[in-house]
């Protein structure tokens, strides 16, 4: 749980709806406020329009193409993120992401969490787990 006196949130952006709830839900116990999940690049761009969150978990294709544009914007405004996918790090399409802290999904909530809170945080983060 968080400790601190102002709820961090979370942009949630997963393209598969079972992750993206059991994410969810999992980030609202840990203490986070959840914006989304969202599954597609262009409402995650509303949701970043509607309201500025703390941190961000992205996947690296989402249900209308890649994130490249989400996380240049999250850049941008300086909000930290990671990435949640099964995409591997080297692959082409995941340029745009290669040297934020990643996770291979499904990754395990507690390795979620582990990853946001040293962001939030700003505490040094592995850039791979699992």
Not at 88 to 98: F, I, M, N, S
Not at 117 to 127: I, K
């Amino acid at each position: 749980m968080m400790s601190l006196d102002e709820q961090p949130s979370v942009l949630l952006a997963e393209a598969d709806p079972v992750l993206g709830l059991d994410l969810s839900d999992a980030l609202e116990r840990a203490g986070y406020r959840v914006l989304g999940p969202v599954d597609t690049l262009a409402t995650a761009l509303r949701c970043l329009k509607a309201d500025t969150p703390t941190l961000a978990v992205i996947d690296v294709v989402l249900k209308d193409g890649l994130c490249a544009q989400l996380s240049r914007e999250l850049r941008q405004r300086g909000i930290p993120f990671l990435v949640h996918s099964d995409c591997q790090r080297d692959q082409r399409l995941t340029g745009d992401v290669e040297d934020a802290p990643w996770l291979v999904k499904p990754a395990p909530p507690e390795d979620v969490m582990v990853l946001l809170d040293g962001l939030f945080f700003s505490t040094p983060v592995p850039t791979n787990i699992g």
